[in-house]
């Protein structure tokens, strides 16, 4: 079955930029989401379709890809984006999540 | 203001079945589709299904660790979908969310859809 792989954690400091990364065969000819889930909340979408931002979402998250990896760009990071991040794409008409990413801010 | 409100959840004995309704407000529903996604305690985000627009026949796609168990439905005259659960087992204990899904199309790759808005939960426990 088709597989999204994400790194378990990721820790940054405040102010700084975070990265997370998420991999997949054939992830290169779909798109990828990202979205955003704080303890206790519904996720949130902050990347569609590799790289576009929706509206409300801050200017610091961005999205990018290369081959079959997809990154999430936090740029000047705040103590409220700690946070899961999960990316999710599709293989055919199935929807697949990544197991999600714990970004710790310290 | 796009809002998803699930209900439904609660406690059900192994073998029992669930009906979960999702109700959409602040937008044309039958222009969307929409999932269910579950996230059992402490774990990660699991795709369950979904039924698409009228466009696409509203037709649905389900996972296959529900396949055959779980049935996606909607009502567009009332802006709601359901998820109806039968044999639920007690690894089927989880929150479920409904995720409203924008169709579109890209050249390369076909038919895709933006999960782009998610209700606050609706929590299933499955326990004797």
């Known amino acids: 079955s088709y597989e999204l792989t994400q790194p378990p954690s990721v820790s940054v400091s405040p102010g700084q930029t975070a990265s997370i990364t998420c991999s997949g065969d054939k992830l290169g000819t779909k798109f990828a989401s990202w979205y955003q889930q704080r303890p206790g909340q519904s996720p949130v979408l902050v990347i569609s379709q590799d790289t576009k931002r929706p509206s409300g979402i801050p200017d610091r998250f961005s999205g990018s890809k290369s081959g079959n990896t997809a990154t999430l760009t936090i740029s000047g990071t705040q103590p409220m984006d700690e946070a899961d991040y999960y990316c999710?794409?599709?293989?055919?008409?199935?929807?697949?999540f990544g197991g999600g990413t714990k970004l710790t801010v310290l | 203001e796009v809002q998803l409100v699930e209900s439904g959840g609660g406690l059900v004995q192994p073998g029992r079945s669930l009906r979960l309704s999702c109700t959409g407000f602040g937008f044309t529903f039958d222009d969307y589709a929409f999932s269910w996604v579950r996230q059992a305690p402490g774990k990660g985000l699991q795709w369950v299904g979904f039924v698409k627009s009228k466009t696409y026949i509203r037709t649905t796609e389900y996972a296959a660790s529900v396949r055959g168990r779980f049935t996606i439905s909607r009502d567009d005259s009332r802006n709601i979908a359901y998820l109806d659960m039968n044999s639920l087992k007690i690894e089927d204990t989880a929150i479920y969310f409904c995720?409203?899904?924008?169709?579109?199309?890209?050249?390369?790759?076909?038919?895709?859809?933006?999960?782009?808005?998610w209700g606050q939960g609706t929590l299933v426990t499955v326990s004797s």
């Open positions: 999710q794409a599709w293989d055919t008409s199935t929807v697949i």
């Open positions: 995720v409203r899904g924008e169709e579109s199309y890209d050249y390369r790759w076909g038919t895709y859809r933006i999960w782009d808005s």
